[in-house]
C-alpha cells in the first residue's frame, strides 16, 4: 500500500522549505512519510534546477541595505533572481532581508554564503529556494562599511541600496546619516571627494573637456586651462561632499552635514543598484 501524506503533514513541509504544495506531496510520497529524507529530496530537486538554470542572467533581484543596532556598521547586499515577477514577491524579499540581517555579522559573501540559515548554509537555501521558485538565485553585491555612525537607505523598490558613514556620532548625526545616504542612492556619485576619484576617471574628463574645446576652436594655449576649470566643475557636480543637497538645492553636502555639527564630515559610502 502506497503511502499518503496528510494536509498536515504536507503544509509542514511547506513551511519548512517554502516549495509548493504538488513538490512537497510528491517528496513526502517518495520519502514514505520520512520528513527528514522529504526535505533532502526536494534540496537535491533544488540542485538539479540550479545545475541547469547557471548560465541564466539573475539581472533582477532585492537590493538591501542594513546597519546594526549599534550602528556603527553597515552593509548592502542584492539577492538576485530572474524575473521581476520573482523580485517584489513579498516570500523573496523577506528572505532577502533575513539574509541582509546575517549579513551584518561578516566581511565578506564566502562568509555570508557558508553561514548557518536555520539549520543549513545560505548557500544551500538559496540552492532550495532555486528548485522552489524555478529561477537561478544568488547573492550578487555584498558591500560592507564601518564608521563612528552609519545609517542606510533603501529606493525604488528595493532597486537601490546605500550607506552613509560620518566621522562622528553626535547628536543629529543618525537623521543626517540617513539624508546622506538618500542622496548618494539618488545621485550617484562617483566618489567622495576630488581626492578619491580614480585616475582613469580624471583622465578621461579631461580628454572629453579637450575635445569639445578643439571642436568649438578654443585656442591649443587655452585648452589645458579651460579643461581644468570644467574639471572642477565635474568634482563639483559628482563627488558627494560637493554635490548640492537635494533637500534644498543650495547647500553642499558637506556644508549641511557641518549644521549638525562644525566638526562632522562624511567619511565614507556605499551604493548598489540593480
Keep these: 500500500m502506497s503511502y499518503k ?59 538591501i541595505a542594513k546597519v546594526n543596532a549599534e550602528q556603527t556598521k553597515g552593509i548592502v547586499i542584492s539577492l538576485n533572481c530572474e524575473t521581476d515577477f520573482v523580485a517584489k514577491n513579498d516570500a523573496f524579499v523577506a528572505m532577502a532581508h533575513e539574509i541582509a540581517d546575517l549579513a551584518l555579522n561578516f566581511n565578506s559573501k564566502e562568509e555570508l554564503l557558508a553561514a548557518d540559515y536555520n539549520g543549513i548554509s545560505v548557500e544551500e ?81 579631461l580628454e572629453i573637456a579637450k575635445d569639445q574645446l578643439r571642436q568649438e576652436g578654443k585656442p591649443e594655449n587655452m585648452i589645458e586651462n579651460i579643461a581644468k576649470g570644467k574639471l572642477q566643475k565635474f568634482f563639483k557636480e559628482n563627488t558627494l561632499v560637493h554635490q548640492m543637497f537635494i533637500k534644498d538645492g543650495k547647500t553642499s553636502v558637506q556644508d549641511h552635514v557641518k549644521t549638525v555639527n562644525a566638526d562632522l564630515k562624511v567619511a565614507g559610502y556605499i551604493r548598489y543598484s540593480l
Design 125 to 205: 537555501k538559496l540552492t532550495e529556494q532555486t528548485g522552489v521558485i524555478g529561477e537561478k538565485i544568488e547573492v550578487g553585491s555584498f558591500q560592507v562599511i564601518e564608521g563612528a555612525l552609519v545609517n542606510a537607505y533603501i529606493h525604488a523598490g528595493n532597486k537601490i541600496g546605500a550607506v552613509a558613514a560620518l566621522s562622528a556620532n553626535v547628536e543629529g548625526a543618525s537623521d543626517v546619516a540617513k539624508e546622506i545616504a538618500m542622496q548618494v542612492a539618488a545621485m550617484n556619485p562617483v566618489a567622495l571627494d576630488e581626492t578619491s576619484v580614480a585616475q582613469s576617471v580624471i583622465d578621461t574628463e
Design 5 to 63: 501524506a496528510t494536509a498536515a503533514e504536507v503544509g509542514k513541509l511547506r513551511n519548512a522549505t517554502g516549495a509548493g504544495m504538488m513538490d512537497s506531496k510528491k517528496a513526502l510520497v517518495e520519502a514514505e512519510g520520512d520528513f527528514d529524507k522529504a526535505i533532502e529530496i526536494l534540496r537535491k530537486q533544488g540542485q538539479k534546477v540550479a545545475a541547469k538554470r547557471a548560465d541564466r542572467d539573475s539581472t533582477e533581484g532585492a537590493v
